[in-house]
């Protein structure tokens, strides 16, 4: 497709042109990653998508997955995979936001597999389908949580952080439960967040919900109280 391939270009001209190679060593050793990075800040990103989401319009559905799959796949720096996130993100995209983007999701948080990726998919992407269309998302959620996958499991956990009012408890308690007793530090921290952003809600259940799962680790348990008046 023309379109995909002018915008994987100038996607990779523009972040070549903002590279800074006197601050990527630095960038890649902060995110511990294994693919290297241009050295882009974020707010120079940011400029440069608007640039690019302006000047190469993807026309359809097809199109802006193939682009996105491209960046996220052939991806040689990791601002290119910022970039496909940015791209699933835009406002001329949210028409096709519905649950048959899951697989797409899935694809990116489990071979993304670090937290830069998967908190702002979980969060901004499968969060939103999760309100949109609940009758689909619960149930993988569901599973999620249980999967062998970790970055699967905190999506499940954290992808409620934001829905507030809209948060549904039942499936937050469910997911939390199934991954309470997992000792890996970002399962920890992630429902430490989950049940914290919840609590400027409900603080009264957070803390009823702390206090009946005494398998919750530490850290989760002081991340969950920090805004729930002691008892």
Known sequence: MDEVDGFVRAARAGLAELA???????????????????GVPKPLRRTLTRRLFAEHPLPDRDTFLAATLRLWREAEFREERYVAIDLTGHRRHHRWQDATLLPLYDEMIVTGAWWDYVDE?????????????????????????????????????ICQVGSRKDTDRDLLARVIEATAADPDFFLRKGIGWALREYSKIDPEWVGAFAAAHPVLSPLSVREALKYVPPT
Not at 20 to 38: N, T
Not at 139 to 145: E, K, N, V
């Open 121 to 157: 998919i979980a969060v901004r992407r499968v969060g939103p389908l999760l309100r949109a269309d609940p009758g689909t998302l619960t149930p993988t959620l569901r599973r999620w949580a249980l999967d062998e996958d970790l970055w699967r499991r905190r999506t499940a956990v």
């Open 20 to 38: 800074d190679p006197g601050r990527a060593p630095g960038m890649r050793r902060y995110m511990k990653s294994e693919m290297p990075f241009r």
